[in-house]
């Protein structure tokens, strides 16, 4: 299958408009600093995207950011515009077609956005075989990823790669395709249907549990959206199974516990972060408005108070008194919760 991805990657796809599904596609506005950099953005590299989400995290400058599956180099350009000449954006891919396309317009984009010189490279390396790369460990501060993960046949070893690659506090924020249900092992055998980012993709539920494995306690989904089968006999092939583009947010934190626990702590939004002045968007359920203080977490105190958030937000409270689940963003108690308690069981 490895194959058959660099073969329909490389050879079969020449530009977005031989897609057969929604699926690597990207239906989000971008925000008008984002459009900004992609007006500068060569059209070579342009026809040749197939992501499904925006992964431009917040507070850049400055940054060492990693793109997993880069193909030809769009979002690693958007990103060496947003970390600024002194960040970093390093690209990996493994279909010499789409990095030739990368590379060729290194130097054009550093003249674009104003770079003395290229801050971005470009490596040929397999993401499941990322300590092949010679990339280290904690090196960068963001791991970036658009509708790639899913044609791994080994995610779990791209995701603990991605573990070992951060450093403390960074996160790995990415999109891409999953579904409400097991795909079937004979659908994941169709090259088409992998190649289009939807056989190989993940039952969220599945994704959810091989993240905690390695490492990445607490995911967080920022975005999400129905994929449309629009060919016929694709979509017959597929039945009833429903697919999504995703993004979610994976914080590198030790510690970080499996549920939302009460601490009654708080962080206020200062409204310093650039481009995002009025309120400042964590995950889909925690939005924060500048200067509103907001309940939060354990889990949440911690994302904001230990990672490149941090001077972003006023914070109070710690964890010397717990108050139980936080039902804010947490499961609430399966038990019963009358108002009259049982009488004591009896041996």
């Keep these: 299958m490895r194959a058959e991805v660099q073969r ?24 008008p600093h984002v459009k900004t950099a992609l007006a500068k953005i060569h059209n070579d590299v342009l026809t040749r995207y197939y992501g499904c989400g925006l992964v431009l995290p917040e507070l850049l400058d400055g940054a060492r950011i990693l793109d997993l599956g880069c193909g030809a180099g769009r979002d690693c350009y958007v990103l060496s515009s947003l970390v600024g000449p002194e960040g970093r954006v390093v690209g990996v891919d493994m279909t010499p077609e789409q990095l030739e396309v990368a590379q060729r317009y ?39 990823s658009n509708c790639v993960i899913n044609l791994a046949t080994d995610k779990r070893a791209v995701l603990d790669a991605a573990f070992e690659l951060l450093k403390p506090g960074g996160e790995i924020y990415f999109a891409d395709i999953y579904t409400d249900r097991r795909v079937p092992d004979a659908l994941k055998k169709d090259p088409v249907l992998y190649g289009e980012c939807l056989s190989g993709a993940l039952y969220w539920n599945d994704f959810m549990a091989l993240a905690r ?23 017959e092939r597929v039945g009833n199974i429903r697919f999504f583009s995703a993004t ?24 310093t972060v ?3 002045h009025d309120r400042l ?26 990672s490149r958030l941090a001077a972003a937000f006023d914070f109070d409270g710690d964890t010397s008194t717990h108050f139980g689940i936080f039902t804010g963003c947490g499961t609430p108690m399966p038990y019963a919760d009358d108002a009259a308690p049982a009488p004591a069981a009896c041996c």
């Excluded at 956005?113 to 280290?136: C, K, M, T, W, Y």
């Design 281 to 306: 968007v964590l995950d889909k359920h925690h939005v924060f408005q500048t200067g509103k203080t907001e309940p939060v977490c354990g889990n949440t105190f911690r994302m904001l108070s230990e």
């Design 106 to 144: 290194r130097d054009y984009h550093a003249e674009q956005f104003q770079h003395p010189e290229s801050n971005v490279e470009f490596i040929e390396a397999d993401i499941e075989r990322l300590g092949d790369a010679g990339l280290g460990k904690e090196k960068f501060d963001v791991i970036v």
């Design 274 to 276: 650039p481009h995002h």
């Design 8 to 31: 329909y990657y490389g050879e079969v796809l020449q530009s977005s408009s031989d897609l057969k599904t929604s699926a690597c596609c990207t239906d989000d506005e971008p925000p």
């Design 213 to 235: 494995q390695s490492g990445f306690a607490d995911p967080r989904l920022v975005t999400d959206r129905p994929v449309s089968v629009d060919d016929p006999r694709l979509a």
């Design 248 to 271: 979610y947010r994976l914080f590198k934190l030790a510690g970080l516990e499996t549920a939302c626990e009460d601490y009654g702590q708080s962080a206020r939004y200062r409204g």
